[in-house]
């Protein structure tokens, strides 16, 4: 099972069109606070379903939900491709919002339940890094992949359609799960079982200060990271046009090809370094003696990090800026399989996928209000010239970041 669920998250990220989107956004004509706002679009119907797609996935069946999200994904990915208009990439923003609302934590929770099953729980942070490590290699394949679509196509349309044949073989990959993680029920649960195993997980939440503490400290990391990541792109696809790589810069390519070149190389450094962070990131817990001493420290280097981009970006230090981008990437593949192994283990297993549910619902909620008015942020330092173009990125990592660190106290 350990090559399916690797498989999987290999497959998962052929996302041909992620490390460009914001450019792709941006070569439509729209301005960074339609951006944040079309974000905002993805986040709110991910947030409107996610508690309840992690309880029907829990009840009706979890392989079953992740093909949904799947077919859901797909459909997104063909109108992304054809849409030019607000109202159409809105609509495709909505159906990758559904596909993310059945997938979010209803995997993680199948390779848990399979933990459990075989006695080897206690590997869980090993093996669920091992597993992501798997998929950041498949984004840096992806990337590969997207750049050469980008030169040879000279526009952005192929990195939609050509996505669509890895998430289909992803449908053939969960066919072959065994039944005994689907965990589907007898019957087809009613709208009040839903509702009911709903409640009671968020119920439990709020009521056990060592899971609330958890979901608080997701909602501030990833969230504050799943905001400001793609401000990277449109700082390297800068870099590349105004010169920063010579021999690019004086080349015939276009300027679409130029960026492409400078975008995926280094997006492919970015996530070969979040592999080999995800594969090692047992280590550092078990250096410092427990997983939340590793995620103290983390708040600490991301706050420096973020202080490093806001003020990189404000004095217009490119390589600063990219350096830092990078290391945030790299800090949040550690961050990410601790904190995935601190929910599971304060959770039960009938209400893991629920409960993972749960904490992505809560990060989306900053990333939903958030992410337009730091659109807004970045188009108004920019039309009024206040410093550099993208400071207020890092200055909001920066704040979120220096107070977990400052304030952070270990759960008892």
């Known amino acids: 099972m350990l090559f399916r669920f690797s498989l999987y998250g290999f497959l998962k990220n052929q996302r041909y069109f992620e490390p460009f989107l914001v450019l792709v956004l941006v070569d439509k004509g729209l301005s960074f606070a339609s951006i944040g706002l079309l974000y905002a679009v993805r ?41 030019d208009q607000f109202p159409l990439i809105a609509a495709a923003m909505f159906l990758f919002g559904i596909g993310e609302a059945f997938r979010t934590g209803t995997h993680k929770a199948m390779i ?59 449908i053939i990959n969960f066919l072959g799960y065994p039944s005994e993680l689907n965990r589907a029920s007898d019957d087809r649960p009613s709208i009040r079982d839903v509702m009911r195993r709903m409640v009671e997980t968020f119920r439990d939440v709020l009521r056990r200060r060592n899971l609330r503490r958890v979901v608080v400290e997701g909602m501030a990391f990833d969230g504050t990271f799943g905001t400001v990541k793609d401000y990277l792109q449109p700082v390297l696809a800068a870099a590349a046009v105004f010169g920063a790589v010579a021999i690019i810069a004086n080349s015939t390519l ?29 280590h550092i817990p078990d250096m410092l003696g427990d997983e939340q001493r590793a995620s103290r420290l983390y708040w600490a280097i991301g706050a420096a990090l973020f202080l490093a981009i806001a003020i990189g970006a404000y004095r217009e230090i490119i390589s600063i800026v990219i350096g830092a981008f990078v290391l945030v990437h790299v800090l949040q593949n550690l961050w990410r399989p601790v904190l995935v192994s601190r929910l599971a283990l304060s959770s039960s297993e009938s209400q893991r996928a629920t409960t993972l549910s749960i904490e992505s619902m809560a990060r989306r909620v900053v990333m939903m209000i958030v992410a337009p008015l730091l659109g807004w942020a970045v188009d108004a330092v920019t039309k009024h010239d206040i410093g550099g173009m993208f400071w207020p990125v890092g200055a909001v990592g920066a704040i979120v970041f220096l107070f977990f660190a400052i304030t952070y106290r270990r759960s008892q």
């Open 112 to 170: 848990f339940a399979w933990l459990h099953l075989h006695g080897r729980i206690d590997e869980r942070t090993k093996i669920y890094g091992y597993t992501r490590s798997w998929s950041k290699l498949g984004s840096a394949f992806s990337v590969i992949v997207a750049t050469a679509i980008v030169i040879v196509s000279n526009g952005y349309e192929y990195v939609f359609y050509l996505a669509v044949i890895p998430y289909v073989i992803c």
């Open 254 to 282: 276009s300027a679409t090809q130029q960026s492409a070149i400078f975008v995926g190389a280094a997006y492919l450094v970015l996530h070969l370094l979040s592999a080999v962070a995800s594969r090692q990131a047992h």
């Open 43 to 83: 986040e709110l119907t991910v947030n409107c379903f996610e508690i309840p797609s992690g309880a029907i996935a829990d009840s009706w069946g979890r392989r079953n939900a992740m093909i949904l999200a799947f077919v859901a994904y797909i459909a997104s990915f063909l109108l992304f491709g054809m849409a």
